[in-house]
């Protein structure tokens, strides 16, 4: 399997903790020196582990927040 390179571009929030220490998180990543995407998903505590997560473009994190902003809540 190819090794999957990514760089943290920006960190914009920490959503929630699970009990061991995992943190779901929203970053703009770039994977594999791609255009960095809006990424959501859990890390371990200094990043060195990661779980299954979602990316968003630019334009789907805007449809995102239009979604959620409709939403009452």
Known sequence: MAEIKYEIKESIGSISQSP????????L?????KEPKFDL????????????GLTLTL??????RDLLNGLKL
Do not use: C, F, V
């Open 41 to 52: 998903r859990d890390w371990a505590a200094e990043h060195e582990k990661m779980g299954k």
């Open 20 to 27: 061991k220490g995992w943190n779901k998180e929203l970053n």
């Open 29 to 33: 990543i770039s994977w594999n020196g």
């Open 59 to 64: 334009d789907e994190i805007k449809t995102l």
